[in-house]
């Protein structure tokens, strides 16, 4: 059966649902999500309108996710590192590759990386306050 690219709300809540059975499962990364996520019918919902909103242009999530993970690596005591986008990004291309294909399935990917670098210098910076600021 020929993959599809995605193309609705059905489609991400699929994505997001089988992304997160496998980071939840992870060794290395789980512990974040399970440790911190109380409300999961919540959180899923939000990220759902999250990518809804990136990749399809429905105006439904507002927030600033850069500064939650930064709240986040605080919580967890500064834990969270490089190596630790690593993992989830390539588990969030292995679920797009498994289940789509095509431009916004790539978008995904492409939108992924760059957050994920900017979420990365977020957190750097408030471990490490530039001296002037
Ligand atoms: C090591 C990598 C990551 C870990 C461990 C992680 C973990 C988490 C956790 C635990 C939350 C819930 C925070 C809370 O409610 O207090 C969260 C929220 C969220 N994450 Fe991540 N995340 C990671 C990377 C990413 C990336 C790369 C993206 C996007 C491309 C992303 C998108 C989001 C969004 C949109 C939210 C909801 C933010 C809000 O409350 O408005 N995460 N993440």
Do not use: C
């Amino acid at each position: 059966m020929g993959k599809t690219d995605i193309g609705n709300r059905k489609d991400v809540s699929l994505l997001v649902h089988r992304f997160y059975e496998k980071v939840r499962k992870d060794p290395e990364i789980g512990d974040f999500f399970n440790s911190t996520i109380m409300d999961w019918p919540g959180h899923m919902e939000k990220l759902i309108d999250f990518w809804e909103t990136n990749l399809l242009f429905v105006q439904k999530y507002k927030g600033n996710p850069i500064k939650v993970h930064a709240e986040l690596d605080k919580k967890v005591g500064h834990k969270i590192e490089n190596y630790h986008f690593g993992i989830w990004l390539r588990h969030w291309m292995e679920t797009l590759d498994a289940h789509f294909e095509g431009p916004n399935a790539e978008k995904a990917k492409q939108r992924a990386r760059n957050i994920s670098v900017r979420m990365f210098m977020a957190i750097f910076e408030e471990r490490r306050p530039l001296a002037n600021n």
